[in-house]
């Protein structure tokens, strides 16, 4: 894993997968996609899957899972972006995260990946990030969950990595702090140009694609912005600026998938009641 700090103390950290995926045509080294995961590459929330895992193994109970899932409710319906929200979100990774082993952690997250997520992938947005790959360019997903378990779906997907949440780890184990700030918001905006100009791409040739108005930074930090399953607010903001809308739902089905979606401060902050269950359950066997 790289994590750097640029030149005005903002920490990026991305991951790339073990292989580089095979493509048809010679390699454009300066084009690339970016895709954000949760209801852009797959229905609902990477963390709130990884934590049904979770629960399904034990970890923690179904009580404490619903708190968690009314946790992301209320930081949806209530848009709830505020500093103390944002610090309540920074306290909630280091609950989620103190003591686990990084392996152990990668493990789950495959293991849950095959199980829970691998299903809900939104197969137009899969197919939108295959075109990249095809065109010799890379493909990196950028998440608010931890860089390790962005990894993880990255590799399962084929593609060339993740940039997500850095948290401190030694020997080992996480210790409970973060490196940097949560990947969300203009922090994803930040760390996208700034992996841009370690790998030497050209953000103008560039491609950037989510659901959520919260990403709009990182949407226009490219040249091309796609919103995918877009909220209300995105939808808006997409229609004022031209940008292409792709939306894979449909029906009954589409309010059912908007209900539980959630800003990614929203998904780390509602991992408070899981994270302190998760503290006495934490030892993984």
Not at 35 to 52: E, H, K, L, P
Request: charged letters at 25%; hydrophobic letters at 50%; glycine letters at 10%.
């Amino acid at each position: 894993m790289t994590v750097s700090t640029d030149r005005r103390g903002h920490t990026a950290g991305w991951a790339e997968t073990e292989a580089a995926p095979a493509t048809p045509v010679a390699p454009d080294p300066a084009a690339a996609a970016f895709f954000d995961v949760d209801n852009t590459m797959m229905q609902g929330a990477s963390i709130y899957w990884f934590a049904r895992g979770l629960a399904a193994r034990n970890y923690f109970t179904t009580g404490d899972l619903a708190r968690f899932a009314w946790q992301q409710l209320r930081f949806r319906v209530l848009a709830t972006e505020h500093a103390g929200d944002m610090s309540q979100a920074k306290e909630a990774a280091l609950a989620f995260i103190e003591g686990w082993r990084v392996d152990d952690v990668e493990r789950l997250a495959e293991e849950i990946f095959d199980e829970l997520m691998a299903p809900r992938i939104w197969a137009g947005t899969r197919r939108l990030a295959q075109r990249h790959l095809d065109a010799g360019e890379r493909v990196w997903l950028v998440s608010a969950a931890p860089v390790e378990i962005g990894r993880v779906i990255a590799s399962r997907l084929g593609l060339t990595g993740a940039i997500g949440t850095v948290a401190e780890v030694v020997d080992g184990a996480y210790t409970g702090r973060l490196v940097g700030d949560l990947m969300h918001g203009p922090a994803k905006a930040e760390a996208v140009t700034h992996l841009a100009a370690v790998e030497g791409l050209d953000l103008a040739r560039c491609a950037a694609y989510s659901d959520s108005a919260n990403d709009l930074p990182m949407l226009s930090a490219v040249g091309r912005a796609v919103a995918v399953n877009p909220d209300g607010a995105l939808l808006r903001q997409a229609r004022q600026r031209g940008w292409e809308v792709r939306d894979f739902r449909t029906g009954r089905r589409a309010v059912k998938i908007a209900v539980p979606s959630t800003a990614a401060a929203g998904l780390l902050a509602g991992a408070v009641g899981a994270g302190l269950a998760l503290q006495k359950r934490r030892r993984l066997r």
